[in-house]
T-cell receptor, first 118, second 110 residues
Framework: GAVVSQHPSWVICKSGTSVKIECRSLDFQATTMFWYRQFPKQSLMLMATSNEGSKATYEQGVEKDKFLINHASLTLSTLTVTSAHPEDSSFYIC??????????????FGPGTRLTVL | GIQVEQSPPDLILQEGANSTLRCNFS?????LQWFHQNPWGQLINLFYIPSGTKQNGRLSATTVATERYSLLYISSSQTTDSGVYFC????????????FGDGTTLTVKP
């Protein structure tokens, strides 16, 4: 159990367009999901915490108007990169904690989405 | 916030060798996980280990919470062990947000 999926796996878009990335918890409910960004040969940097039914909380330096997060259900969070530019090209990864009894709040990650903005 | 330091940053081994990866953290945590990021970017859960010792096959991990460090042991390494190993810590009262170390890049040569 505890599987997180992401879609799409990769996307190439033109500068100025918007891109939506979906993150789903497949076999458990996730009231909280997390969005990370990873640049080549670097660690994961937390961008925002997605809260079901309420506004996301963003880390310092992350533009909330550029990275729109919607957590409309207990199994789905979406990240929309608005008006994407080449500097937004990165590997975006979502995660969710499994709060079920006996699961210890262990964090599980989706497979990531590689965004390339031309 | 919590600082996480991993060492060594890079490690090159011959197949069959053993290795120890270290994770130091600057504050008390109640959640610590080790991950392996494969060449395609997927993070694979290795251990959830806020304290104590666990073993899973050729891998084992030990966390000494009072001294704020964790160790990941890989025995009889295989080429498929190559990749980046991350330690991530969290204080669950802090909305469950994790802080990642910079990772150890392991290369196992045949």
């Amino acid at each position: 159990g505890a599987v997180v999926s992401q879609h799409p796996s990769w996307v190439i878009c033109k500068s100025g367009t918007s891109v939506k990335i979906e993150c789903r918890s497949l076999d458990f409910q996730a009231t909280t999901m997390f969005w990370y960004r990873q640049f080549p040969k670097q660690s994961l940097m937390l961008m925002a915490t997605s809260n079901e039914g309420s506004k996301a909380t963003y880390e310092q330096g992350v533009e909330k108007d550029k990275f729109l997060i919607n957590h409309a259900s207990l199994t789905l969070s979406t990240l929309t990169v608005t008006s994407a530019h080449p500097e937004d090209s990165s590997f975006y990864i979502c995660s969710a904690r499994d709060h079920r009894e006996g699961r210890y709040n262990e964090q599980f990650f989706g497979p990531g989405t590689r965004l390339t903005v031309l | 916030g919590i600082q996480v330091e991993q060492s060594p940053p890079d490690l090159i081994l011959q197949e069959g060798a053993n290795s120890t990866l270290r994770c130091n953290f600057s504050d008390s945590v109640n959640n610590l996980q080790w991950f392996h990021q494969n060449p395609w970017g997927q993070l694979i859960n290795l251990f959830y280990i806020p304290s104590g010792t666990k073993q899973n096959g050729r891998l084992s991990a030990t966390t000494v919470a009072t001294e704020r460090y964790s160790l990941l042991y890989i025995s009889s390494s295989q080429t498929t062990d190559s990749g980046v190993y991350f330690c991530a810590v969290a204080l669950i009262t802090n909305a469950g947000k994790s802080t990642f170390g910079d990772g150890t890049t392991l290369t196992v040569k045949p």
